[in-house]
């Protein structure tokens, strides 16, 4: 670790920071419908796709209108983009003569895009014509993580309202967040991209003749365009398929770094927007408070193990200074790869800029721990937000216990039935990741499909699941998930990380929506200051860990007591 | 549920064709006007022959060329299409080596690496990026420890004085932007253009 390193780190946590407030009112301002400087030019388009809807903006929903009028939407997109991958063959914009996928491929990959995943299970370059990139993975780029923000929208309004029926109309919700919020800094960002040398052209490739007269056949495409969505809608879908650590996803230090800030910018923003809702904004800067603790923590462990060089090298004579450059570029180095693979993994973005699966086992282990506490440390843009709340519950449950009160959060009662709803969606996630992981490593074929021996093979496994069912995506990238058992199983694990929670986050919406405000009284737990940020975070570490801790141990950690003692697979 | 389908239909077919037609194509139309090189993949030409991209490193094993950093991508087998053999710099097919740490083809590789190079220059440790694969297996850097652990070699091969070598890696070292932010390195590509240009 450097101070150098430091200093990087403290820059970007600063920037993101300071985005959060303007952000978090202008993402407020689109949720309460009103007219914003992008009208003059975007009003028109916004009004005429209610009319052809037969969407009365105005006219809102109940939780489960909401909920429904979501579920059809992603059924549709479902249909589309799966057709897409199931035709592109025959479809125009595939320069490269790209096949069609298969069944089980096309099937893992459009539940990975609808869900906000972006799970990739084939390489980009070798896949995918023109079209799926654009039509296909870049659209739903937008809608899923719109769905995301429209959907912790419709979250935080049940805590704001009293006595209410409804929470919004997820129709303006969807339109409002792509046209207003994602595609105005999804221009820009692609733009700067372009400019500091991300292609974007229509052409499949161009043949060079190297300096040494061999032939090299370089991929091109319209890259940075998708770009911009997978940061800042933290889907983390690549063109290529070494993500963010191909160099024309990400040039340098620069772009590198705008990546980092759009995957945190409107996660962190939520969390403002969140407290001006509820009207104190004290509350969200608690939310955001919690996060960046957890962050800071593995940020700092991920940089420390990776700093150290890996120790079965070392003893070969390689020189220590660079530290772990295993899968990882030169122009990052280890802060700025340290620094990206926490930002990816507590965003569930999963875009990578370095490859997690030639990590130390320390390093490795916190993306999965980070991973694992439920996608919440910022989180996905929305998801990481109505995630959050769901530990809040539960934190202001156990304090309601330790008291012997009636918990209350935001002047709401937290009764039996908010928390139930909110078990049955912190329990859904462990249940498929672990389920699916211990099928996966009993059962012969996928077993043996394992890239690697001993307890790495293991994590390889186990980071496959919970990185589907965390709604994350990225990947020990050396698991050939490319097989029916893993395409279908994975499949069935983001859906389940997706909705199992966003459906039960919009009941209780609905619940505490439809609730009378309990004033605050001088027993009224206090959910603003450090004893509340403390207790949120002692309870998803303790969650975490009781439900994980066995696993790690079969994987990060014992590989890391293998690795100490010399061990090699 | 049946009220939710018109509405559900005009979205995604509006909003499909809003960000997943209009949106990429009005880019590339606005890239290709105000940043034309960058938009096409910042090739560099000489003598109107593509030689390569300045972002995608590229093979090089000439004992006179600064060599990059090795590179886990594959190709097809020509003997056997079912089959990949290694195809270092292979920019039609980004990839990690995937190894952990813990792996014995790792450290065997390493072994094998190590060996070559302290036959080339011994008695000074091996910087770590030239004897491991970046994440995408088109890295077109390399450290300037790395560039001056193969000075001796090159000024050997082309009759060069080493302080003229390393005067062509310092011309060619991009120091960390903003003196802060990401790691300086070397462009391998460039240097070695520099190499040619320099004679010998």
């Known amino acids: 670790m450097t101070v150098n390193g430091w200093v990087q780190i403290a820059v970007l946590a600063a920037i993101v920071a300071a985005l959060t407030r303007p952000l978090g009112g202008y993402l407020m301002r689109v949720a309460s419908g009103e007219r914003l400087v992008l009208t003059p030019a975007l009003g028109w388009l916004e009004r005429g796709l209610y009319r052809v809807a037969g969407v009365d903006p105005a006219q809102e929903q109940s939780w489960l209108g909401y909920a429904l009028a979501m579920l059809v939407f992603k059924a549709g997109g479902f249909a589309l983009l799966y057709a897409i991958l199931r035709l592109q063959s025959v479809l125009p914009l595939n320069p490269a003569g790209q096949g069609p996928l298969s069944a089980d491929l096309a099937f893992n990959t459009a539940i990975s895009f609808l869900t906000n995943t972006n799970w990739q299970s084939y390489g980009g370059e070798t896949t995918m014509s023109h079209l799926s990139q654009m039509l296909g993975l870049t659209a739903q780029n937008f809608l899923s993580a719109a769905t995301g923000i429209a959907v912790a929208l419709a979250v935080v309004r049940g805590f704001a309202r009293r006595s209410a029926a409804t929470i919004g109309n997820f129709w303006a919700d969807l339109t409002r967040i792509t046209l207003y919020v994602l595609l105005p800094v999804c221009v820009v960002g692609a733009l700067v991209l372009v400019w500091q040398g991300v292609p974007q052209t229509l052409l499949a490739s161009v043949d060079a003749t190297t300096m040494e007269g061999a032939k090299q056949t370089i991929s091109l495409g319209p890259v940075a365009s998708q770009e911009a969505i997978k940061m800042f809608g933290t889907n983390g879908g690549g063109f290529f398929n070494t993500n963010s650590a191909h160099p024309f996803e990400n040039p340098n230090a620069l772009t590198n770094m705008l990546q980092i800030i759009a995957i945190f910018a409107l996660g962190g923003a939520l969390t403002n927007t969140f407290g001006r809702m509820v009207r104190d904004e004290r509350q969200g800067w608690a939310i955001f408070g919690a996060m960046a603790l957890l962050f800071m923590a593995g940020v700092t462990v991920l940089y420390w193990s990776e700093g150290h060089g890996n120790p079965a090298l070392l003893s070969l004579g390689m020189d220590p200074t660079l530290g772990n450059m295993e899968g990882k570029e030169v122009r990052f180095g280890i802060a700025q790869s340290a620094l990206f693979s926490t930002v990816t993994t507590d965003a569930s973005c999963g875009a990578v800029n370095a490859m997690i699966e030639s990590f130390l086992p320390l390093g490795g282990r916190v993306a999965l721990v980070n991973i694992m506490l439920g996608e919440i440390i910022f989180g996905g843009v929305g998801s990481g937000l109505y995630g959050f709340l769901l530990f809040a519950i539960v934190a202001v449950f156990v304090a309601g216990l330790m008291v012997g009160r009636t918990p209350e959060y935001l002047g709401k009662k937290i009764e039996a039935r908010e928390v139930k709803l909110t078990m049955l969606a912190i329990l859904c996630l462990p249940l498929v990741m672990l389920g699916f992981t211990a099928l996966a490593v009993v059962l012969p074929g996928p077993a043996g499909a394992i890239s690697t021996a001993g307890p790495h093979g293991f994590t390889e496994a186990l980071y496959a699941y919970v990185s589907a069912g965390g709604n994350n995506g990225s990947a020990f990238a050396g698991l050939p998930a490319n097989t029916p058992f893993w395409n279908t199983t994975l499949g069935i694990t983001m859906i389940v990380g997706r909705f199992f929670v966003m459906i039960p986050a919009l009941a209780i919406a609905g619940a505490l929506a439809a609730k009378k405000s309990v004033p605050a009284s001088s027993g009224t737990f206090p959910t603003h200051g450090p004893l509340f940020v403390g207790l949120v975070i002692g309870v998803i570490l303790i969650i975490g860990g009781l439900t994980f801790f066995p696993a790690l141990a079969l994987g990060p950690i014992a590989e890391h007591l293998a690795i100490t003692a010399g061990t090699l697979y | ?200």
């Open chain 2, 1 to 200: 549920m049946l009220n939710h389908i018109r509405p559900a239909l005009v979205m995604l077919t509006g909003l499909t064709l809003l960000t997943g037609l209009a949106y990429p194509l009005a880019i590339t139309g606005i890239a290709e006007a105000i940043f034309p090189w960058q938009a096409q993949g910042s090739l560099v030409e000489k003598g109107g022959a593509v030689l390569g991209s300045t972002l995608i490193g590229q093979n090089f094993s000439g004992s006179g060329y600064f060599h990059p950093r090795p590179s886990a991508t594959t190709g097809p087998d020509p003997k056997d299409a079912g089959k990949t053999v290694a195809a270092p710099y292979a920019a039609d097919n980004s990839m990690g080596s995937n190894l952990g740490p813990t792996a014995k083809a790792l450290v065997d590789r390493v072994k094998d690496d190590i060996t070559k190079l302290q036959a080339e220059n011994p008695g000074i440790p091996v910087p770590g990026d030239l004897v491991t694969t970046s994440a995408s297996g088109l890295d077109p850097d390399i450290s300037p420890a790395a560039a001056d652990f193969q000075v001796p070699r090159i000024a050997r091969t082309r009759g060069l004085s080493q302080p003229d070598v390393r005067a062509i890696v310092a011309a060619h070292t991009t120091p960390r932007w903003l003196g802060v932010f990401g790691e300086s390195r070397v462009n391998v590509l460039a240097v070695n253009l520099a190499l040619d240009a320099a004679g010998k």
